[in-house]
């Protein structure tokens, strides 16, 4: 693979720099499908992209038994293959997200082979220009014709790809908040620390009443008494106050994110303070208001770093610093998309080459 732009990308039309997210697809898909009848997950099958066909009473249309994942490959900067970034951990986090969906795992080797294989096929579709990626979404849906509420006893396994520009439409720039405490996205012993499709459904009427109001994302409080702050939309969050990088600590109602977990490592080994504790919003207002609150930042596979300048809570605004992206915020994204390409030295051993 060498650095000039994506064959298949150009030949049929995009322009690089123009991509967004997630309306384009390549040319192949992965699918596995699994009968617990025929003896479990079954061969697995690289073929043309096409439409699914389902039955109208397929258990995932009605009671929304479904897992997915999101991570990126990248084109090696120097020509050098397709690099991954913690795909161990999607992989784990699917199958987790699995158990608790009351769907059979799959075996931890054949999604990484198979998935390794699809993007090495699609190759040619992944985009070079900085800031792009082949965005990785492997799904796993019920297929049973069945009305009613019981796990399915079929499911489909796909992997589709997508190449991306940035998330947001604001790029890196900062982007404005809105905590909520009218919804709440997840309680304890629910499902809110699975990768399922309930989650973000869940929170989509809170993000469009913050679109309305002029916001990107929703930030989320604890449901039990909205004090303590959970994650955003599609990122886990940061916050540094006072010199200390402070995020909520996960314990079942957060997504437990992979690139949240690579900037704590991050942060650590920059000789920063790191907490992963309980956040209230008491606090970081307090904060906002004392001068204390230094940067706010998302982190997730999709948005990778994402500074936020602005948030609202009771209908009053908080600047975050001064307004512009921090300089934390601004070293992590350099270090993570540099690691990513292969640009950046990877110390921890986080970035796996598939070849080409
Ligand atoms: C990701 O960051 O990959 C996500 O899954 C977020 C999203 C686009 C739902």
């Known amino acids: 693979m060498g650095t000039a732009p994506a064959k298949r990308l150009s030949e049929m039309g ?70 991954l970034f913690r795909p161990d951990m999607n992989i784990a986090r699917f199958n987790r997200s699995c158990v608790r969906m009351c769907i059979p795992p799959l075996d931890p080797k054949v999604f990484m082979d198979q998935m390794s ?24 849906i019920a297929t049973d014709p069945h009305l009613g509420v019981r796990p399915s006893k079929t499911y489909l396994f796909y992997i589709i790809l997508s190449p ?14 809105m905590v909520t405490d009218k919804y709440v996205r997840a309680a304890m012993g629910g499902v809110g620390e699975a990768k399922t499709a309930a989650n973000y459904a869940a929170s989509l ?22 004090s303590s702050i959970e994650e955003v939309g599609t990122m886990n969050i940061f916050f540094k106050i006072n010199g200390e990088i402070v995020t909520p600590a996960l314990g079942g109602t957060i997504l437990p994110g992979v690139t949240r977990d690579s900037v704590v ?25 004392s ?9 997730g596979t999709a948005a990778v770093i994402s500074p936020v300048s602005h948030f609202q809570y009771h209908g009053k605004d908080y600047m975050v610093g001064d307004g512009k ?30 070849g080409s």
Request: glycine residues 12%; charged residues 25%.
């Open 14 to 83: 995009y322009d690089e720099n123009k991509l967004g997210f997630g309306d384009i697809f390549t040319d192949h898909m992965l699918t596995i499908r699994y009968s617990a009848t025929a003896g479990g997950w079954q061969a697995p099958e690289i073929r043309p992209f096409e439409n699914i066909e389902l039955h109208p009473a397929g258990m995932v249309l009605h009671y929304g038994q479904q897992v997915f994942e999101g991570l990126k490959a990248f084109a090696g900067q120097n020509g050098d293959g397709i690099f």
């Open 117 to 140: 294989a699809l993007i090495r096929k699609d190759g040619d579709w992944i985009p070079r220009s900085p800031g792009t990626s082949l965005y990785i979404r492997p799904t796993v």
């Open 164 to 177: 991306v520009g940035a998330y947001y439409p604001e790029g890196f720039e900062p982007v404005k908040i």
């Open 205 to 226: 009427l809170a993000a469009e009443e913050a679109h309305a109001a002029g916001f990107t994302q929703v930030l989320w409080l604890n449901a039990v008494d909205k």
């Open 265 to 289: 490592t991050l942060c650590k080994d920059m000789g920063m303070k790191v907490s992963e504790r309980t956040v209230t919003i008491d606090e970081v207002v307090k904060a906002a208001e």
């Open 291 to 299: 001068g204390g609150l230094e940067e706010v930042f998302g982190s």
């Open 325 to 354: 992206t921090g300089a934390t915020a601004h070293k992590l994204f350099d270090e993570i998309t540099g690691m990513q390409v292969g640009k950046r030295p990877d110390k921890h051993g986080w970035v796996v080459n598939i």
